[in-house]
């Protein structure tokens, strides 16, 4: 006899009452909530790695010159079960982000927002009131 | 951090429990977890002061999830990767958990536990099935792991029963009299998924811990300038 269940814990209505560590890392310790950035470019390569997928970026400056940016977001298999695959962000997309850079400045940022150049939203935002879109 | 993270990271369940409960926890019935001892809350006061001294002197002041070493027991639902996969073979059950990639492999054939020696983040389980509920009894947790407070001192009872095709219902039961007051239990349903589990390369990924790390030592500039200036302003 072989069994293989995969099974994903439910967490529907529970999860305020519990987990007190509840992210991989803490956000604070990390990035910068004072420092709010709106990136303007294009894909140049998506990490879908554990325990978080990062995005690489060329943004463009306002002199012409080009940074690389790493934005930091949801596991694979949240954004697999979202139906967010590699091909949502083929290399040369242009998009936009709105994060928070890290606070030892370099230039990675907690990836929140991403919109596309037609407007589309890849995430909406949470259901939390309090979640709104940066204000810069 | 509300406004930080949305749901480009949260992967949140979609079902309602039918009691509607708003607590994991059954026993005691108001849902909390009881009392720490006194010895439990120095320890934790202490280990908070430190953390406030020392927040990312080294990767070794983080927790044990951002250094990629254990997820830890009993299973609590965190925001995302609540994903296991429950495999079943003669003698063994392998209970493999997505989150910081940990397998724990359970004899069912009866033998004792291992001796008090032997410690692990994920302690020594054994099985048994008591009807068509597979009953796992875990001691031996390193000293180092840490379940709200407990860690060495921990005996937890997990029980899994199917109570559908695609549901289990799991359980825990936590005794810890070093640590909790007294012992508690928590139950909630677990859904089959269609996904497979994504690999957990958690070093490869863990581009946070050195921004976890850089992130204080830029705290720490900016404490020195801080000072600097009120010196100077001073003089």
């Known amino acids: 006899m072989r069994k293989n269940f995969v099974m994903m814990l439910g967490l529907a209505g529970l999860l305020a009452a519990v987990a007190p560590v509840w992210a991989h890392h803490a956000f604070a310790a990390e990035f910068d909530a004072q420092k709010p950035v709106k990136l303007k470019g294009t894909v140049a390569k998506v990490e879908f790695i554990n325990p978080h997928s990062w995005i690489h970026m060329d943004v463009k400056e306002a002199d012409g010159k080009v940074t690389r940016w790493m934005v930091e977001g949801g596991s694979p298999n949240a954004l697999f079960r979202r139906g967010v695959t590699k091909d949502a962000l083929p290399q040369g997309t242009e998009i936009s982000v709105d994060g928070y850079q890290a606070k030892d400045g370099s230039n990675r940022a907690n990836g929140r927002d991403i919109t596309f150049a037609d407007g589309r939203k890849l995430f909406v935002g949470g259901s939390n009131p309090d979640e709104q879109p940066n204000a810069k | 951090m509300g406004r ?219 404490d020195a300038e801080k000072k600097a200036a009120a010196q100077s302003k001073s003089k």
């Open chain 2, 4 to 222: 930080s993270y949305n749901e480009f990271w949260r992967d949140r369940g979609t079902k309602v429990v039918g009691t509607r409960r708003t607590s994991l926890i059954n026993d005691p019935p108001d849902g909390k977890v009881p009392a720490l001892t006194l010895e439990t809350q120095k320890k934790q006061a202490d280990a908070r002061a430190y953390q406030r001294l020392h927040p990312s002197d080294g990767p070794e002041d983080r927790n044990l999830w951002e250094r990629c070493l254990s997820r830890g027991l009993p299973i609590v639902p965190g925001p995302y990767n609540n994903d296991f996969q429950i495999q079943q073979s003669p003698g063994y059950v392998v209970i493999f958990h997505e989150m910081v990639h940990e397998a724990r492999v359970i004899p069912l054939d009866g033998r004792p536990h291992a001796s008090p020696d032997i410690r692990q983040w994920m302690g020594d389980g054994r099985g048994h099935w008591e009807g068509d509920t597979l009953v796992v009894d875990t001691t031996n947790f390193s000293e180092k792991s840490n379940f709200r407070g407990a860690s060495s001192g921990l005996h937890l009872v997990e029980r899994f029963t199917r109570t559908g095709p695609d549901s289990i219902r799991y359980e825990f039961r936590v005794e810890d009299p070093t640590t909790f007051t007294k012992p508690w239990s928590a139950e909630m349903p677990m859904g089959k998924m269609d996904t497979p589990i994504f690999e957990y390369a958690c070093h490869e990924g863990n581009y946070a811990m050195s921004g976890l790390l850089g992130g204080a030592r830029a705290d720490e500039r900016k």
